[in-house]
């Protein structure tokens, strides 16, 4: 039993290790932005217009924190899932309309291009949109398709931490990557997250058994619905 126990945990356990380097990297940019830092070619758009950045680094982090928790059969047996879920959901398409902001109208990091915008605007839109889908299906008390599209905007949405996983060892073994490159490590990041969600919602029980388990999953008491 206690082992059974661990693994029900081992899902969000790494998961929010994955989010754990991107949460310091936001706690770094926050601290620096609260502690008037010098102004450098990395860090000057931030200074000039914090708000965005700022809503990005806590809406994510709480997006990607909490979204890690409802993979924990545990909660949501708890009621856990739909009280989180109100706080997830919009949480995650804040952090995913002011990625799209910060895109489209602060100026280019060093190293990022026409490329990495692009591919940037194409994540963040899906992200923005598989929540919304997330969240109408749940309206319809679609819960299946509920389920899979909260799990494909869960997944753009821990691109930060899978690029970490992806840039590292190019870094360490080539030095800075061109803007090319870059741009292909970054998108690396979010495919990988996206084929893992899509092998995850199709392995998944379909057919009458899955509906079975759903619906005993949103019986009184074990609320699932976000």
């Given at each position: 039993m206690a082992s059974s126990a661990k693994s029900r945990w081992l899902v969000p356990t790494l998961l929010i290790a994955l989010t754990v380097v991107p949460m310091?990297?936001?706690?770094?940019?926050?601290?620096?932005?609260?502690?008037?830092?010098?102004?450098?070619?990395?860090?000057?758009?931030?200074?000039?217009?914090?708000?965005?950045?700022?809503?990005?680094?806590?809406?994510?982090?709480?997006?990607?924190v909490l979204g890690a928790l409802q993979f924990a059969p545990g909660l949501r047996r708890r009621g856990w899932h739909r009280i989180a879920g109100r706080i997830t959901v919009p949480c995650g398409l804040a952090a995913a309309l002011s990625g799209l902001w910060m895109t489209l109208f602060y100026p280019d990091a060093p190293g990022d291009g026409a490329l990495l915008v692009g591919i940037r605007l194409v994540f963040g839109s899906a992200m923005?949109?598989?929540?919304?889908?997330?969240?109408?299906?749940?309206?319809?008390?679609?819960?299946?398709?509920?389920?899979?599209?909260?799990?494909?905007?869960?997944?753009?949405?821990?691109?930060?931490?899978?690029?970490?996983?992806?840039?590292?060892?190019?870094?360490?073994?080539?030095?800075?990557?061109g803007t090319v490159t870059r741009a292909m490590l970054m998108a690396a990041g979010w495919v990988i997250n996206?084929?893992?969600?899509?092998?995850?919602?199709?392995?998944?029980?379909?057919?009458?058994?899955?509906?079975?388990?759903?619906?005993?999953?949103?019986?009184?008491?074990h609320l699932t619905s976000q």
């Open positions: 310091i990297g936001g706690a770094v940019r926050v601290a620096d932005l609260a502690g008037n830092a010098p102004t450098t070619p990395d860090n000057a758009r931030f200074v000039a217009m914090p708000v965005p950045v700022l809503v990005h680094i806590f809406t994510a982090s709480v997006f990607c923005f949109a598989s929540l919304a889908l997330g969240f109408a299906a749940i309206r319809r008390r679609d819960l299946i398709r509920h389920s899979a599209w909260m799990i494909r905007g869960y997944a753009i949405g821990q691109g930060a931490g899978t690029q970490v996983l992806t840039n590292v060892p190019w870094l360490l073994l080539f030095g800075v990557p996206v084929a893992v969600a899509e092998w995850v919602i199709r392995r998944r029980p379909a057919g009458p058994r899955r509906s079975a388990m759903v619906v005993a999953d949103s019986a009184p008491g």
